[in-house]
């Protein structure tokens, strides 16, 4: 059974290119090193495979394994590792340049949740047919957004017109969300 896995580049059994090569039993201790093709009937005397461990030493290192297994034991590592990363998307929420004082309490409601979620938001204001002529109402409400979410948020990028939209990036900010999140905790023990 050879079979090279191409993703990794992981060599098992005869896909192993090199003459010889230092052999650790599947329990851990040494056997020294061996010629390949010894090593691979070794392994499949004792029911395993064969499996390349350290490709650039000299000799290359292989252990002896089962290789389903740990092939099974290195996706579950990895599938772990990725469960615990945070990947940071961008939210977008629109205004209006004559929004409602509730819709706008709405929208802020979700903004906040979004960064509080440490994903990224960006607020945008559309201007419609004669709105544009007024672009100083909006330069306003992106400010008041950004005073109101100046306890957990960071600005990335300022607000700028392109076209008949003007646009600001708010990131989350880890320090000042958990001092926020601190005094959250310490209002609701009062």
Known sequence: MAFKNKKNQTRVNEGIRSREVRVISEDGSQLGIMNTKSAVDLA???GF???EVQPNSKPPVCRIMDYGKY???KSKKAK???KKQHTITIKEIRFSSKISEHDYGYKMKHIREFLLSKDKVKVTVRFRGREIT???????????????T????QVESESKMEGR???MMLAPDNKRIK???????SEKKD
């Open 44 to 46: 499949f005397q004792r």
């Open 49 to 51: 495979d064969l499996v």
């Open 71 to 73: 092939k099974y034991e």
């Open 80 to 82: 772990a590792a990725r």
């Open 134 to 148: 007024h672009t100083e109402l909006g330069a306003e409400l992106l400010d008041k957004v950004k005073e109101d």
């Open 150 to 153: 100046k306890d957990i948020a």
């Open 165 to 167: 939209v003007m646009t």
């Open 179 to 185: 001092s926020y999140l601190a005094s959250k905790k």
